[in-house]
């Protein structure tokens, strides 16, 4: 476990190291539970998902969830183990607990999110902006973008999507928080400087 702010811990899950954090909030919310999470999550939880990969997603067997946030498009990642990629695993996984879909802007346990459509990685993937937060999933990393090449993956969509993000980042605080699927975390300035899929030289 490794705190990352004074509410938000990371937690590193799996066999490839998925990101899964937990905001201390009443109740708790965790987003993108990964195998094992159920060691540091005890209490009713909701979980909020950036996409639908089983790596992201398997530890909802594990925990008490009281609602699931997902996108429209990622739905059908809780139900379908090819769509989510159990199989990839050797399982066959799937979700049929309460969810809610996303919409632009929510209030979930209290906190205020963005909800930022960012297709590419999947169809449905999501950036989850909290304050001066932004949960990236697999969509970006600090110095990479997540794989293009899934089921419902899109090349282009993601050079979109990425586009849409760097307009984003240019107007937030440089040292906002990048907290990405997979991989280290750390500030917007860091990923304007060491991704080279954003092309931003900084000074």
Same mark, same amino acid.
């Given at each position: ?8 811990? %990371? ?7 998925? $990101? ?43 925990? $008490? ?13 809780? @139900?379908?183990? $090819?769509?989510?990629?159990? @199989?990839?695993?050797?399982?066959? =996984?799937?979700? /049929?607990?309460?969810?809610?879909? =996303? +919409?632009? +802007? ?22 989850? !902006?909290?304050? $001066?937060?932004? =949960?990236?999933?697999?969509?970006? =990393?600090?110095?990479?973008?997540? %794989? ?6 899109? %090349?282009?969509?993601?050079? +979109? ?8 980042? @240019? ?11 997979? !991989?280290?975390?750390? /500030?917007?300035?860091?990923?304007? %400087? ?7 030289? +900084?000074?």
């Amino acid at each position: 476990m490794q705190k990352v702010t004074d509410y938000i811990t %990371r937690v590193v899950t799996g066999p490839i190291e998925t $990101n899964t954090y937990i905001i201390e909030t009443s109740p708790p919310i965790v987003v993108d539970p990964g195998t094992g999470i159920s060691q540091y999550v005890k209490k009713p939880c909701v979980v909020l998902l950036t996409h639908t990969h089983y790596d992201h997603i398997c530890g909802l067997a594990e925990i $008490n969830v009281q609602k699931v946030y997902v996108s429209k498009e990622d739905l059908a990642g809780l @139900r379908d183990p $090819n769509m989510n990629l159990s @199989r990839v695993f050797g399982v066959e =996984f799937s979700w /049929s607990g309460e969810y809610q879909l =996303f +919409e632009s +802007e929510m209030s979930i346990s209290g906190l205020k999110f963005q909800v930022l459509s960012t297709p590419g990685h999947t169809e449905g993937s999501v950036v989850l !902006m909290l304050e $001066n937060v932004f =949960f990236t999933g697999d969509t970006i =990393f600090l110095n990479s973008i997540g %794989r293009v090449d899934f089921p419902s993956s899109s %090349r282009k969509k993601m050079k +979109e999507s990425i586009a849409k993000l760097l307009t984003v980042f @240019r107007g937030v605080d440089p040292e906002a928080i990048v907290l990405p699927g997979h !991989m280290e975390w750390g /500030s917007v300035h860091q990923l304007l %400087r060491l991704n080279p899929f954003f092309k931003v030289v +900084e000074s």
